[in-house]
């Protein structure tokens, strides 16, 4: 289990796939707004002048010395919706996030963002 506390010792870190295969380096972590809890972070993907954020779950990651092993494969974490380096993902597209790995989205009542940035 994960816990919030952890968060901000993650930054920077490696993150590997299922097969330890590495994917890039953490860059932030976002949160269910319902629970607080870590839901997704963004892993800095690409080449050193090209670096682009890719979107991955956390429910099945697990951390180690200096790297987060996430329960999805390098490829389709590479394919995920991305953002540039100094954007925000745009609300009308959190729910592709979600969608790309299959998983259900759900807003707040009154339309509110599933994520927020930690």
């Known amino acids: 289990m994960i816990h919030a506390a952890d968060v901000r010792e993650w930054r ?27 839901a997704m972070a963004t892993v ?14 956390l429910d099945d990651a697990i951390a180690g010395p200096g790297y987060l092993k996430v329960g999805y494969t390098r490829t389709l974490v590479k394919q995920a919706p991305s953002i540039g380096t100094d954007d925000v993902l745009p609300a009308e597209q959190e729910e592709a ?22």
């Open 44 to 57: 800095r993907t690409g080449l050193p002048t090209r670096h682009r954020l890719v979107f991955v779950p």
């Open 97 to 118: 996030v979600f969608r790309h790995y299959g998983l259900p989205y759900e807003p707040g009542a009154a339309g509110e963002r599933q994520l927020a940035r930690r």
């Open 12 to 38: 920077n870190r490696d993150v590997v796939d299922t097969e330890s295969h590495k994917i890039g380096v953490l860059e932030a972590v976002y949160v269910d707004t319902t629970t607080d809890k870590p």
